[in-house]
């Protein structure tokens, strides 16, 4: 990369910390073009039409990527990770951790003019943990089975209640995952919000969805009444956000470059350089699950633990990442990012690139002869896996994929890998009939972790089933302290990497562009824009 690049880029490992990291792009002087402007945001976005605009029942990051705009919480996390005061003015932590007593502002409306009170948080808590709303992500957030309800203390006090100690809630409720709808909404249009569109995500919000065209576009329009924004936080400094939606990454490079967008999010490691020059580049690393090869325990060949440990020491990840990503992501050593609260360090360098062990394992493994194609075989049968994928596929994603397959035939494993819209993925994944399959989810907090290795977890997508792991998520959910948490966590990544369920592979980060006629601008713990605070010249 050259040089003049990596003093413009923000390192793709950088602490959690940025969060509040603001661009020092130039306002413009004109006061009646920053409160009238227009900033015109360039994203993703694919999947947002096939019901992915409801972060409350929405698994995908652009969900709450984009709804943040509407959607307020009751708590903020600041740079730092502790919390202060948003919809909620203060609030108390009782009994150990299973409750939690929020007094709420009195001055905060909804886009449609309901109040904003401690009805209305009961009605979108309780909403989350209907199993009728069929929420994956945010009712595990909100503490699965652990959540025991929302009780009214009076119009403007709310407790919300765990069955035993639940430590994650506050960085759980801080997300827009846990953010708030209208109850007219809620009552009257809860099945419209999947689709989304203007009078149905109404949220609080420092922006109203006013205009949406699936597949093309969403326009915010500034909330003129909002005052209760974190840290004193009053309404935006321009009036509308304008989100285009541009699946092609060359795409969304072009539209920054010809002028046609102001901040730009998304963009793939190979296309940081032909940024424009006087643009400037974020690049904040997700914190959570590593993209991430999962193992299906239950189904093929990966029943045996010496055919995972082959199929992880078998890939050369160092090289494969270095030269697809362009030295922006680093490889993934355990199941939590670097840069996530509770990650493991200890774990860095314990399983490099050994062809030698690999094949040793599948030899003792019974996976001793070899057909005409030199791979390996057993009481007749192929060493074969089925990798099934979610379209789209990045460029650099389905390189990552081509080199994985390549290392694992060099040791005799075929690996197959079938590339699905979402209705034919699922219909795989929903009864788990796949060898292996991939992403990458961020999180703040550890516990994560609960809904990708425990029994019951909603993305289990390896099928893990163990007692032992189980009674240690739970154990690490309901324990308030940090560094007893940092050690439950520490114990779950070292169980995946004796067990393997999970092969990590690389850290990802959010890479953003952002023009210098947009200043002010902020980045949460996720590497998200926010647009709250920013200003346009």
């Known amino acids: 990369?050259?040089?003049?690049?990596?003093?413009?880029?923000?390192?793709?490992?950088?602490?959690?910390?940025?969060?509040?990291?603001?661009?020092?792009?130039?306002?413009?002087?004109?006061?009646?073009?920053?409160g009238d402007g227009e900033i015109v945001w360039a994203i993703e976005g694919a999947n947002l039409s096939a019901g992915h605009m409801d972060p409350q029942t929405s698994q995908l990051d652009v969900s709450?990527?984009?709804?943040?705009?509407?959607?307020?919480?009751?708590?903020?996390?600041e740079a730092d990770g502790t919390f202060s005061p948003w919809l909620a003015e203060s609030w108390d932590v009782e009994d150990g951790g299973a409750s939690y007593l929020f007094r709420l502002r009195t001055d905060v409306t909804f886009h449609d003019g309901t109040a904003f009170d401690a009805a209305a948080v009961k009605a979108n808590f309780d909403r989350i943990a209907d199993p009728d709303t069929a929420s994956a992500q945010a009712a595990s957030m909100l503490g699965g089975e652990l959540y025991a309800g929302t009780d009214v203390v009076d119009e403007h006090t709310v407790r919300v209640r765990f069955a035993q100690p639940y430590a994650p809630f506050l960085q759980a409720a801080s997300t827009a995952l846990l953010g708030f709808y209208s109850p007219a909404v809620l009552s009257t249009k809860a099945d419209q919000l999947k689709a989304g569109g203007p009078d149905v995500n109404v949220g609080t919000g420092p922006f109203e969805l006013t205009e949406y065209t699936p597949d093309q576009d969403i326009v915010y329009t500034r909330n003129d009444d909002y005052t209760w924004g974190p840290d004193g936080g009053g309404k935006p400094a321009f009036k509308t956000l304008r989100v285009d939606i541009l699946p092609e990454a060359s795409v969304r490079l072009g539209a920054l470059s010809s002028g046609q967008a102001d901040v730009v999010t998304n963009l793939p490691p190979n296309l940081v350089g032909q940024v424009p020059g006087d643009d400037e580049v974020k690049s904040i690393a997700y914190p959570g699950l590593p993209y991430s090869l999962f193992l299906n325990e239950k189904y093929g060949v990966f029943a045996d633990q010496k055919v995972r440990q082959a199929f992880s020491k078998a890939i050369d990840v160092d090289t494969a990442v270095q030269e697809i990503f362009y030295g922006q992501y680093p490889r993934a050593w355990s199941i939590l990012g670097a840069t996530t609260p509770g990650y493991d360090a200890s774990l860095e360098q314990t399983w490099p690139f050994d062809q030698a062990a690999a094949n040793a394992l599948l030899d003792e493994a019974g996976w001793t002869g070899r057909d005409a194609d030199g791979i390996r075989t057993k009481n007749g049968q192929r060493?074969?896996?089925?990798?099934?994928?979610?379209?789209?596929?990045?460029?650099?994603?389905?390189?990552?994929?081509?080199?994985?397959?390549?290392?694992?035939?060099?040791?005799?494993?075929?690996?197959?890998?079938?590339?699905?819209?979402?209705?034919?993925?699922?219909?795989?994944?929903?009864?788990?009939?796949?060898d292996v399959t991939d992403w990458g989810f961020s999180g703040v907090d550890a516990d994560l972790l609960r809904s990708h290795l425990a029994t019951d977890g909603f993305q289990n997508a390896s099928q893990v089933s163990d007692p032992a792991m189980d009674a240690l998520l739970e154990q690490g959910a309901s324990t308030t302290d940090p560094a007893a948490r940092d050690a439950i966590y520490a114990q779950v990544q070292q169980w995946n990497a004796q067990q393997v369920a999970i092969v990590p592979l690389y850290s990802p980060a959010l890479i953003s562009a952002v023009t210098p006629k947009v200043s002010g601008l902020a980045f949460d713990l996720y590497g998200r824009p926010l647009f709250a605070t920013a200003s346009v010249g």
């Open 1 to 34: 990369m050259p040089s003049q690049l990596s003093r413009r880029v923000l390192s793709a490992v950088a602490v959690a910390a940025v969060a509040a990291l603001s661009l020092s792009a130039c306002a413009g002087s004109d006061p009646a073009a920053q």
């Open 64 to 77: 709450a990527m984009v709804q943040r705009a509407v959607l307020d919480s009751l708590v903020y996390q």
């Open 383 to 434: 060493l074969t896996a089925r990798w099934i994928a979610w379209t789209p596929v990045p460029d650099d994603r389905a390189a990552l994929a081509n080199a994985v397959q390549s290392d694992l035939k060099a040791v005799g494993f075929d690996l197959q890998r079938e590339v699905l819209e979402p209705g034919a993925y699922n219909e795989q994944y929903g009864p788990k009939t796949y």
